[in-house]
């Protein structure tokens, strides 16, 4: 058996090629990803950075602590609790004290991203002076060196308005924050709350010192009064889930490239294992051959594919890390599990990848040796019948039950990247029954023209459904793919622009969320003849389900006598204008969503609350939150201001009134029509891991049509010379082999869209049911980028094969 083994291997080297590079990238990108996600388990923690030299740091508490009967469940807050006067004063009695103050601040117009802070507490910070002197009257500033220089007057924006302030010093930059320094006294005037307090003293009696809602933090823990001390975890997290899925999706094209290889070079073995049987081997020997053959390669490939991997993590870090996907300290360990798991992960998937092909040979009788048709006939046994078809039913079950019972988990990243892989797996595996009558409707014209090429492709294509089928699959699963994910994603985020743009109706809209609206452009806009002002706060809610899960929701706080002026909310029960300080505005997807219902819950300072439903919003695509009033939203600064022009105003001098106010205090005023064309989703890191797995299908994609076409080409020398024979020139034969890999290649886009459209109505059917007004959008540029790889790859693989066979005489 072993040199039967071997000598098959050496004469098929072609044939199992294909299977050895796509096992190899399988493993590779298997163990890549998997020593990328080892790096992010045993990442360091996040090391404070703002106040690293602060012994102390008093603040108030960022997350919602509950007990329930499984333990103490947190949650982030958004809007911590300012430290109260009267504890800053109490810490003073402690020891040396610097009373910090956070507020965000730009240049004049209207960009950057700044901070400011009080001078005093800059000595617990990493920043020193570089050059003049610390702030010490009103309008004096202390900026990074690089933003000004001594005795330069810049114009900022804070919280007050625009003014003109004189820079006295420079410091050294961080790379954290773009700090602007004030004096004491003009830092309390532009912003009163305390956020934090450093104080010089035994922690113990720090803590003894201040009330409940508020953090003593000392050591690692000072890092939580970062301005984003969890940007790590989260980008982490971000890095999780997009190596997860694409070496999920690895593992799916893998183990469909292999098996489809294998199943076809059983096919073209027939007579062979006919010969076999008829020389006394029985079936299970054969089956063993199959099985030495695929666990020869599948060694052999894994070992390839870790060493693949070895080098390709560290690329993999370093290209996350530029694309700020990874946090800049992102690289790889030590760690070995991700390699033993690929390799024996691509064993498994070149065994798995056989078990149809060797089963198939161990049916093959001793008179197929005898046999000499060049058709194909019987190539859907019932196991391949029943299982896609079980597949098939899976995932249209799947679908039905998700738009019944929660048609807004269908619109979850989780779920659209996943589950189309049912029903594209299922139609892979109906290709041979599918293309025949798919070959015969995209030939049916270019059979009936003059010159007999349109009808050898149709026959040629026919008669050989196993070739045909194993080009057009890979095909297939990779258009599915293109148009599926990246359809389902624009096809959702085109939903929630719509939803977004429909529930404004505000003549005009100012939105900063970066750093927040001025107080003053809110009152200059209300003095505006003929303007009604709504301005509104980013804020969340905390609420406890089932007794032990804390989910957050984001919220908005609103003025419920203006709001509805510029606002079309989706109600579904109850009146918006019912909502007042006592009450909150929720939305269907909350365990308790019946008007009059009181709901326990934690407001995005901390505060716990009871409060009545006042009315319930429809779900939508997700983004349809909850509305408080301003009363529950401490902290949270003023994010976005609508303006409705009032009836008989004149549009124009309002507009007037808004620019010069916006010009004013810096704030950038939008149409309604400006404004909505904001709100279209950026691509992030979703975009990202889209765009790696379509990278990943259509690289296997290639190496399907490649080896397929290579093998198929030994088998049709005998179909060339008869054509030569018959008068055809060499640049005909040619054109034929390419005129026939393109009609497969179209078979399979074809399959591969309707594959798609079935997914993408899947979507548009959820949307429907959620009433999001969304039409279907389909990504051309991505399909059509995709058909024209791959016809270009089928095309290249066929025609380069057959040239070298036309080498060969005829006769």
């Not at 291997?9 to 990108?29: D, H, N, P, Y």
């Not at 997350?63 to 006067?85: C, E, F, H, M």
């Not at 699963?477 to 994603?489: F, I, N, Q, R, Y």
């Not at 950038?668 to 992030?684: D, F, I, N």
Request: proline letters at 6%.
């Amino acid at each position: 058996m072993l040199k039967l083994l071997l000598q098959g291997v050496r004469a098929r080297w072609v044939t199992l090629a294909g299977s050895f590079i796509a096992l190899a990238l399988g493993a590779g990108i298997i163990a890549t990803t998997g020593l990328a996600l080892a790096a992010t388990f045993d990442g360091p923690d996040q090391a404070p950075e703002r106040f690293a030299a602060a012994p102390v740091v008093v603040r108030g508490a960022d997350q919602v602590r509950v007990r329930t009967s499984i333990g103490v469940r947190t949650r982030k807050l958004p809007d911590p609790r300012p430290v109260p006067a009267e504890v800053a004063a109490r810490l003073a009695g402690l020891g040396r004290t610097a009373v910090d103050r956070t507020f965000p601040v730009s240049a004049g117009n209207g960009t950057g991203d700044a901070v400011g802070h009080p001078w005093a507490v800059a000595a617990a910070t990493p920043y020193r002076l570089l050059s003049g002197r610390p702030p010490a009257a009103p309008g004096e500033v202390v900026v990074a060196a690089g933003e000004g220089a001594v005795g330069d007057r810049i114009v900022l924006i804070t919280p007050a308005g625009k003014g003109r302030w004189t820079v006295t010093g420079t410091v050294r930059p961080a790379p954290f924050e773009r700090a602007v320094f004030f004096g004491e006294a003009e830092a309390a005037r532009l912003s009163p709350d305390i956020d934090a307090v450093v104080v010089h003293a035994d922690p113990a009696a720090v803590r003894a010192a201040v009330g409940p809602g508020l953090d003593v933090l000392t050591g690692d823990e000072r890092r939580r009064a970062d301005r984003d001390p969890d940007r790590d975890a989260e980008a982490l997290a971000s890095v999780n889930a997009l190596l997860g899925t694409a070496a999920g999706i690895t593992a799916f094209v893998s183990v469909f490239v292999v098996a489809s290889t294998f199943s076809f070079a059983v096919a073209q073995r027939r007579r062979e294992f006919g010969l076999l049987r008829m020389a006394g081997a029985t079936p299970g020997q054969v089956r063993r051959l199959v099985y030495a053959e695929a666990a020869l390669v599948g060694v052999l490939a894994s070992a390839a594919g870790c060493r693949l991997g070895i080098s390709g993590a560290p690329r993999l870090a370093d290209w996350m890390v530029q694309q700020g996907l990874a946090p800049a300290w992102f690289t790889i360990g030590d760690q070995n599990w991700p390699l033993h798991t690929a390799f024996w992960t691509g064993l498994a998937v070149a065994l798995a990848g056989a078990v149809a092909a060797a089963h198939r040979a161990g049916r093959v009788r001793p008179a197929e040796a005898l046999r000499d048709a060049a058709v194909d006939s019987g190539t859907m046994p019932p196991v391949r019948i029943v299982l896609g078809a079980a597949v098939l039913l899976t995932g249209a079950v799947l679908v039905v039950l998700g738009l019944v019972q929660d048609p807004a988990g269908l619109l979850k990243r989780k779920t659209y990247t996943t589950q189309p892989m049912l029903l594209i797996t299922g139609c892979a595996l109906f290709a041979p029954v599918l293309v025949r009558p798919a070959i015969r409707f995209l030939a049916w014209l270019p059979a009936r023209l003059p010159g007999a090429t349109g009808l050898l492709v149709r026959e040629n294509a026919s008669a050989g459904l196993r070739r045909t089928a194993a080009v057009a699959a890979p095909v297939l699963v990779t258009v599915a793919l293109a148009a599926s994910l990246m359809g389902t994603k624009a096809t959702i985020d085109a939903a929630k622009a719509a939803e977004a743009r429909g529930q404004v109706t505000a003549d005009f809209v100012a939105v900063d969320e970066r750093s927040g609206i001025p107080a003053e452009f809110t009152d200059r806009a209300r003095r505006v003849p003929g303007a009604r002002v709504s301005a509104s706060r980013a804020t969340s809610v905390t609420v406890l389900e089932e007794g032990t899960a804390l989910v957050r929701s984001d919220a908005r706080a609103v003025d419920p006598a203006h709001f509805a002026a510029v606002s079309a909310l989706p109600v579904v029960a109850g009146r918006l204008a019912d909502l007042d300080d006592r009450s909150i505005v929720v939305n269907e997807e909350w365990a308790v969503h019946r008007v009059g219902a009181r709901v326990r819950v934690w407001l995005g300072d901390g505060r716990e609350a009871t409060l009545r439903i006042a009315a319930v919003l429809a779900v939508g695509t997700g983004d349809n939150g909850v509305y408080l009033t301003p009363h529950n939203a401490a902290g949270a600064p003023v994010d976005r201001v609508g303006i409705a022009i009032r009836a008989g105003a004149d549009r124009q001098a309002v507009e007037r009134g808004l620019r010069a106010a916006g010009r004013a205090t810096g704030t950038e005023v939008l149409t309604r029509e400006q404004w909505s064309a904001t709100q279209v989703p950026g691509g992030g890191s979703t975009r990202t891991g889209l765009l790696m797995i379509l990278a990943i299908a259509l690289v296997y994609t290639g190496i399907a049509l490649a080896n397929t076409q290579v093998m198929a080409t030994a088998d049709r020398v005998r179909d060339f010379a008869v054509l030569r024979l018959a008068g055809a020139t060499k640049a005909q034969v040619l054109r034929l082999a390419g005129a026939e890999a393109l009609a497969v290649v179209a078979v399979g886009a074809v399959l591969g869209g309707a594959v798609a459209a079935l997914n993408l109505l899947g979507i548009r059917a959820a949307l429907g049911r959620l009433d999001v007004p969304a039409a279907v959008v389909v990504p051309w540029e991505a399909i059509g980028l995709v058909v024209a790889v791959s016809a270009a790859l089928a095309v290249v693989f066929a025609v380069l094969p057959a040239r070298i066979a036309l080498r060969t005489r005829p006769i």
